[in-house]
């Protein structure tokens, strides 16, 4: 929930004029990030998955990383197309996801995801650093925005290859959909 509530937080901070507006984003961003890692030792170290959790988790993330990356396409940070490929990678998953635990599958996340989620937060926040007129600033950037991607499309690969037998699955008996 923490998460979840420090979204428009964020989005404020980005786009406010106020002095360090752009810090305050980055902190606002960071600690909800920070929940997400803690949210994820915290269960796991006492063996504590509930419902709401499972629901509520991936959809803060993906309210998270979409709106500092619609953020970043409007501060002229971040291309729109690259905002695009992430996102649309994380409905993709989503709904393989959602297709596998209907036939009672669990898709736990690979190294590769926990890399893409690592790799989107330090470019989302790399992105967000004033930079001014650091020589540096964009080959940097730059370098952050192809991480996030390559983490990106190679994880959306991985689930892929992982839940094709899922997909090709005989649709269920009197399923008006197969």
Not at 46 to 62: S, Y
Not at 156 to 165: E, F, N, P, T, V
Request: aromatic residues 8%; glycine residues 6%.
């Amino acid at each position: 929930m923490v998460r979840i509530l420090l979204v428009p937080v964020f989005v404020v901070f980005v786009f406010s004029n106020i002095h360090y507006g752009a810090a305050w984003a980055i902190a606002a961003f960071s600690i909800a990030s920070i929940t997400d890692i803690l949210d994820g030792y915290v269960a796991r170290s006492r063996n504590q998955v509930t419902t709401i959790g499972k629901v509520l988790d991936p959809v803060a993330d993906k309210m998270l990383i979409s709106a500092a990356l619609i953020s970043l396409v409007g501060l002229d940070q971040l291309a729109a197309w690259v905002a695009m490929v992430i996102i649309a990678r994380e409905f993709a998953v989503s709904a393989l996801r959602m297709v596998a635990v209907d036939q009672g599958v669990i898709i736990p996340a690979s190294n590769l995801a926990k890399g893409k989620t690592i790799s989107q937060i330090v470019a989302i926040i790399i992105l967000l650093w004033p930079h001014g007129d650091l020589w540096f600033g964009p080959l940097v950037q730059g370098i952050a925005i192809a991480v996030m991607l390559a983490y990106t499309l190679l994880s959306a690969i991985q689930y892929a290859i992982r839940s094709g037998d899922l997909l090709r699955a005989p649709p269920v008996s009197g399923d008006p959909a197969g």
